[in-house]
């Protein structure tokens, strides 16, 4: 059964679209580091919730999420939040609307601080 198949039976049996979490984890090395590339993501979401668990040790580490929707050139879908100190849950203090809207002829990527920034980056969606 295709993705967008079983969610389609999903929604029918909830009489709403399902809510989820996407856990990404951004490891080290330069910015901006690609979290799903032009068609990863095989149905269609609206990004509700975006937080970071810290995993770096630097100081003024953060990570912002970016994403290209429909082949419009990265923008910030959210704030740079704060990933440090380590294991602490950070929620993004801004989300971008007209980028949360997110499917399979976009892209999404990590803007962070330093190249030593790391976090796993947590997606609240529902399906669009």
């Not at 009489?15 to 856990?23: F, L, S, W, Y």
């Not at 269609?44 to 975006?50: A, G, H, K, M, R």
């Not at 990265?74 to 203090?93: C, F, Q, S």
Request: net charge negative.
């Amino acid at each position: 059964m295709a993705y967008d198949d079983l969610f389609d039976e999903i929604d029918n049996c909830l009489g709403a679209a399902p809510v989820g979490k996407i856990g990404i984890t951004v490891g080290v090395g330069a910015s901006p580091i690609a979290m799903y590339a032009l068609g990863g993501m095989p149905v269609s979401i609206t990004i509700i919730d975006v937080a970071v668990i810290s995993l770096a040790t630097n100081a003024l580490a953060t990570i912002q999420v970016d994403t290209d929707i429909g082949g419009g050139g990265m923008a910030a879908l959210t704030d740079a939040i704060v990933a440090t100190p380590v294991n602490t849950l950070t929620r993004a203090g801004t989300i971008d609307p007209a980028q949360a809207v997110f499917g399979p002829a976009d892209a999404m990527q990590a803007t962070k601080n330093g190249a030593n920034d790391t976090g796993l980056v947590l997606l609240t969606f529902y399906l669009s």
